[in-house]
C-alpha cells in the first residue's frame, strides 16, 4: 500500500529553523516528481515547492524562495524541507504530496514566540 | 501567476439532488505538451485533500461516478448528479500546467 508518512513539525520560534521529512512507501519513489503543499489553520491550499525525479529541477512559491529549500534522498525514499528564517505566515500544515494525487497525513508546523 | 477563482464559495445542497461549482483560471490551462492540467480536489473535514479529477475530465480510481468534470480554456466545472452524505466539505480546483501551481480559495458544500 502506498504510504506518505510526514514528520518535524513543532513549534518554533520566528526566525528559526525547521526540517520536515516525507517518508515514502509501496511505489517507486524515485519514478515521481514530490511536492510539499501548505494550508494555514482554516484557510486554503498553497503549493510550496517541487523537485523532479532525480533533484536535478526544483521549483518554489515566491514566497519561500531563498528560505524553503526541497529536496530528497531516493536511497532512502524520503523527502525533506528545509525551512530557515520562519515567520508566522508560515504556521500551517504542510502535505507532502506525489504528483497531485497522493496526499500525506501532514504535519502541523507553528511559528510563534 | 495564475489566479483561480471559484463560485459559489459556499453551497447548500439537498441530498439526492445534483450540485455543480465553476472554476476560472486566470490564464489559458493548455500547456506545451497539449493537455490541460486542471484538477479537482475534495477535502472533508479533518481529512487531507484527496484529488477526485485530474486532466479536467478523467475521475481518479475509485471516485464515484456521480462526479464528473469538464470545460476549456479558462472555465471549467464539477458537477455532483446526485448528492450523497458524504460528499460534505470543502472542493478546490488548481491548475498545475503554470508554475507555481496555483489553487481556487475553495467552496464549501454543506446541507441546507
Known amino acids: 500500500e502506498m504510504q506518505l508518512v510526514e514528520s518535524g513539525g513543532g513549534l518554533v520560534q520566528p526566525g528559526g529553523s525547521l526540517r520536515l521529512s516525507c517518508a515514502a512507501s509501496g511505489f517507486s519513489f524515485s519514478s515521481y516528481w514530490m511536492n510539499w503543499v501548505r494550508q494555514a489553520p482554516g484557510k486554503g491550499l498553497k503549493w510550496v515547492a517541487t523537485?523532479?525525479?532525480?533533484?536535478?529541477?526544483?521549483y518554489y512559491v515566491d514566497s519561500v524562495k531563498g528560505r524553503f529549500t526541497i529536496s530528497r534522498d531516493n536511497a532512502k525514499n524520503s523527502l525533506y524541507l528545509q525551512m530557515n528564517s520562519l515567520r508566522a505566515e508560515d504556521t500551517a500544515v504542510y502535505y507532502c504530496v506525489r504528483g497531485s494525487e497522493n496526499w500525506g497525513q501532514g504535519t502541523l508546523v507553528t511559528v510563534s514566540s | 501567476d495564475v489566479v483561480m477563482t471559484q463560485s459559489p464559495l459556499s453551497l447548500p445542497v439537498t441530498l439526492g439532488q445534483p450540485a455543480s461549482i465553476s472554476c476560472r483560471s486566470s490564464?489559458?490551462?493548455?500547456?506545451?505538451?497539449?493537455?490541460?492540467?486542471l484538477n479537482w480536489f475534495q477535502q472533508r473535514p479533518g481529512q487531507s485533500p484527496r484529488r477526485l479529477i485530474y486532466?479536467?475530465?478523467d475521475r481518479d480510481s475509485g471516485v464515484p461516478d456521480r462526479f464528473s468534470g469538464s470545460g476549456s480554456g479558462t472555465g471549467f466545472t464539477l458537477k455532483i448528479s446526485r448528492v450523497e452524505a458524504e460528499d460534505v466539505g470543502v472542493y478546490y480546483c488548481?491548475?498545475?500546467?503554470?508554475?507555481?501551481?496555483?489553487f481556487g480559495p475553495g467552496t464549501e458544500v454543506d446541507f441546507k
Open positions: 486532466k479536467v475530465s
Open positions: 488548481m491548475q498545475a500546467t503554470h508554475w507555481p501551481f496555483t
Open positions: 523537485i523532479k525525479e532525480d533533484g536535478s529541477e526544483k
Open positions: 490564464q489559458g490551462l493548455i500547456h506545451t505538451d497539449g493537455n490541460t492540467y
